[in-house]
Nanobody, 118 residues
Framework: QVQLVESGGGLVQAGGSLTLSCAASGSVSGFSAMGWYRQFPGKQRELVARINRDSSTNLVDSAQGRFTISRDNAKNTMYLQMKSLKPEDTGVYYC????????????WGQGTQVTVSS
């Protein structure tokens, strides 16, 4: 069983920076992909950034040049470094891990709120 715990959210002014962390308990070495998603009020969760099994990364257009996704295998932790934050980045950010177990099992964290004031 895998549990994911996010941290690092908070209130920041536009132009500021935050780094989100997602700590995993349990082995995630068999992951197929892991990533960060965000959810705006009344909307579905959407992908922000993802690390794939082959270490390639994907970022949505709005995050290009501002966000960086990374992981520390030794700490079993994934990060999302966010710079030049904008009010439209405000939302709840969730980490997600997809484990390849012969089928894909998906785990979600509980979410962390990011609020960017103008």
């Amino acid at each position: 069983q895998v549990q994911l715990v996010e941290s690092g959210g908070g209130l920041v002014q536009a132009g500021g920076s935050l780094t989100l962390s997602c700590a995993a308990s349990g082995s995630v070495s068999g992951f197929s992909a892991m990533g960060w998603y965000r959810q705006f009020p009344g909307k579905q969760r959407e992908l922000v950034a993802r690390i794939n099994r082959d270490s390639s990364t994907n970022l949505v257009d709005s995050a290009q040049g501002r966000f960086t996704i990374s992981r520390d295998n030794a700490k079993n932790t994934m990060y999302l470094q966010m710079k030049s934050l904008k009010p439209e980045d405000t939302g709840v950010y969730y980490c997600r891990v997809d484990l390849a177990l012969g089928f894909i099992r998906t785990y979600w964290g509980q979410g962390t709120q990011v609020t960017v004031s103008s």
